[in-house]
């Protein structure tokens, strides 16, 4: 089992940042990949960030160059910088965990962001 736990979020004004951390119940080094993930009202759950077990990074269009999503090993902890936001970024943002072991999804409770315009 993987328990994740969130925080960071809050309201912040357009252009603003944003940081949001998830602490991992075990070690981040047994997680495939580990991720960030926004749900809006009425819309799907969309992927906003991931990175491998190996360090690789992935990013959807609408966040690249703004959003940026690191780790540290040490203390299992996965954070999501967020830089230049925008209104419609306000969404739950979820922590997401696929480990090696059991071999299905964890999600945290979510951490609500608002941008205001």
């Known amino acids: 089992q993987v328990q994740l736990v969130e925080s960071g979020g809050g309201l912040v004004q357009a252009g603003g940042s944003l940081s949001l951390s998830c602490v991992a119940s075990r070690s981040i080094l047994s997680i495939l990949h580990m991720g960030w993930y926004r749900q809006a009202p009425g819309k799907q759950r969309e992927l906003v960030a991931n990175?491998?077990?190996?360090?690789?990074?992935n990013y959807p269009d609408s966040v690249r160059g703004r959003f940026t999503v690191s780790r540290d090993k040490d203390k299992n902890v996965l954070y999501l910088q967020m830089n230049s936001l925008k209104p419609q970024a306000t969404a739950v943002y979820y922590c997401h965990a696929r480990p090696r072991w059991p071999p299905r999804d964890f999600w945290g409770q979510g951490t609500q962001v608002t941008v205001s315009s």
């Open positions: 990175i491998t077990m190996s360090g690789d990074t």
